[in-house]
């Protein structure tokens, strides 16, 4: 299946506003089920657009809100004007205007970004699919069989604690110097606090990462609990406010999203000028 399918074969996704108008979203494309989800400025409307303006930073552009509201301009018009162009229709100091125009190809090109990772994610899916392959998402099971060496030892065990509590019980006694009763009393202390250990530590990592969907009845609103009962692993339950997180710190503490954007155009332009070169030599 080629892109091109892939992209046809997608559900329709929620609205951008929503997205536009979210201050959690404003700086960056979060990460979206299907490509039509990907909040691309060029399929902005104009109240989609100004909603954006008023979001981004705290309204760091909401200046240019009633120039937008009377030239009725869309996501379209405003990714492919040159910045002669921009700055006409912007009547406003050109270190403004510089940043505005930075900004929405800096989101722009996020989308762009957004969706070649997405695509080649659903083609991964795909390819996947089409091959048998399924992702392997179990848990390691509370038992397992053991090995061969393993279960050598263990018998090994059983059989020298059965014998020390039967046949040979009263020589275990004599070189203890202490009732067998003493010694099961003290010696099963350390076993079933393994077990108990093991098994309550086991049940305590699952629970963090599964089930990945809430499985009971009644689930409490904000929470991964049910009312009688009802569970979501911690980790998919908050895997949303984790993902942003991690990206805001990164877009906004790590790295300078429009240094990395310039930097690739540099590069792309300096490539380019070199074909030119060799084309003309």
């Excluded at 190809?105 to 390819?127: C, F, G, M, P, S």
């Excluded at 046949?167 to 606090?193: A, H, M, N, Q, W």
């Excluded at 429009?258 to 332009?269: P, T």
Aim: aromatic residues 12%; hydrophobic residues 40%.
């Amino acid at each position: 299946m080629t892109p091109s399918n892939l992209e046809a074969a997608l559900p329709p996704a929620y609205p951008l506003h929503d997205k536009a108008s979210d201050p959690l979203l404003s700086n960056f494309s979060f990460m979206g089920d299907t490509l039509d989800s990907v909040n691309d400025p060029i399929k902005w409307s104009n109240s989609e657009l100004v909603s954006w303006l008023c979001a981004f930073e705290n309204g760091k552009h909401k200046m240019f809100v009633k120039t937008f509201e009377e030239s009725q301009l869309d996501g379209k018009d405003i990714c492919f004007l040159p910045y002669t162009s921009f700055c006409a229709i912007v009547p406003t100091t050109s270190t403004r205007t510089q940043e505005l125009y930075d900004d929405l190809r800096t989101v722009r090109k996020n989308a762009e970004v957004e969706k070649e990772i997405l695509l080649l994610y659903l083609k991964k899916q795909q390819e996947n699919t089409d091959g048998g392959e399924t992702l392997n998402r179990s848990f390691p099971a509370l038992l397992s069989v053991p090995s061969l060496n393993s279960s050598l030892f263990l018998g090994v065990f059983v059989l020298i604690v059965f014998f020390s509590l039967t046949s040979y019980r009263s020589e275990v006694e004599t070189f203890l110097d202490v009732e067998i009763g003493v010694v099961v009393k003290y010696g099963s202390i350390p076993l079933i606090s393994a077990i108990f250990t093991y098994v309550h530590i086991w049940l305590a990592l699952y629970m963090t990462f599964f089930p990945l969907e809430f499985i009971g009845c009644c689930q409490i609103k904000g929470t991964n609990v049910g009312f009688p009962l009802g569970w979501q692993g911690i980790i998919p339950f908050k895997a949303e406010k984790m993902a942003r997180l991690a990206v805001r710190l990164m877009t906004e503490q790590l790295i300078d999203v429009k240094e990395e954007v310039g930097a690739c155009e540099a590069k792309r332009v300096e490539g380019r000028e070199a074909s030119k070169i060799r084309l003309s030599s």
